[in-house]
């Protein structure tokens, strides 16, 4: 089945000790989003790829960085991770058109020791 | 800023009744709306899109849109206990491609 892939599920690291997401699709979809979502919360666009254009939201922190080598992988660098920025990561992917959803992979869990 | 809004809840209905959802969006321009069912600790699923007024259905859910009164709903008939979920309301503007999520509305069935 085409779908959305995170690794790892979970992530624990350091305070400060940088860290990479991956998210793979098998969709073949144009845009990849990264998504934080903290308890309660609704999802928090960070970025999104259209292709390779990067499009960074305005109130997202330099300390997040994406890559996006080719159609199928995204990755989230967080180069320095505070105790803030634990949380659950999303990767979305979409076709371009107003009327597309997104879909989402399963989510990875950061938590900051 | 555009805005999406949904009562936080706990909604509570009992097994068999119709759970009614609800969602306001402040951008008047929006052109397509998602229903995304969040089980806890895991991913938003897509459960309904909607992209003009009226109803659609699908199964035992039901998306109504008014754009008039930016307004969006999500019915859900013969609730189950496997529904108990948090529902986010999802709108995307007139431009770009990112979703503006709402808070989403926690959803107790109950047996």
């Known amino acids: 089945d085409a779908m959305v892939i995170q690794n790892p599920r979970y992530q624990v690291t350091q305070f400060g000790k940088p860290v990479t997401l991956s998210c793979s699709q098998t969709?073949?979809?144009?845009?990849m989003y990264w998504y934080q979502q903290k308890s309660s919360q609704a999802p928090k666009l960070l970025f999104h790829?259209?292709?390779?254009?990067?499009?960074n939201e305005a109130d997202t922190p330099d300390n997040f960085q994406s890559r996006r080598p080719n159609t199928s992988f995204c990755f989230l660098d967080i180069r320095s991770p505070g105790l803030g920025d634990a949380a659950m990561y999303l990767c979305?992917?979409?076709?371009?058109?107003?009327?597309?959803?997104?879909?989402f992979g399963d989510g990875t869990r950061l938590s900051i020791l | 800023q555009k805005e999406v809004e949904q009562n936080s809840g706990p909604l509570s209905v009992p097994e068999g009744a119709i759970a009614s959802l609800n969602c306001t969006y402040s951008?008047?321009?929006?052109?397509?709306f998602f229903w995304y069912r969040q089980y806890s600790g895991k991913s938003p699923e897509l459960i309904m899109s909607?992209?003009?007024?009226g109803d659609k259905e699908d199964g035992r859910f039901t998306a109504q849109l008014n754009k008039a009164s930016q307004y969006v709903s999500l019915l859900i008939r013969d609730s189950q206990p496997s529904d108990s979920a948090t529902y986010l309301c999802?709108?995307?503007?007139?431009?770009?491609?990112?979703?503006?999520f709402g808070k989403g509305t926690s959803l107790l069935v109950t047996p």
């Open positions: 979305a992917t979409s076709r371009v058109g107003g009327v597309e959803p997104q879909h």
């Open positions: 969709l073949n979809h144009n845009v």
């Open positions: 790829y259209y292709d390779k254009d990067f499009n």
């Open positions: 951008d008047r321009g929006s052109q397509s």
């Open positions: 909607i992209y003009s007024n």
């Open positions: 999802a709108v995307r503007g007139k431009t770009g491609y990112a979703l503006n």
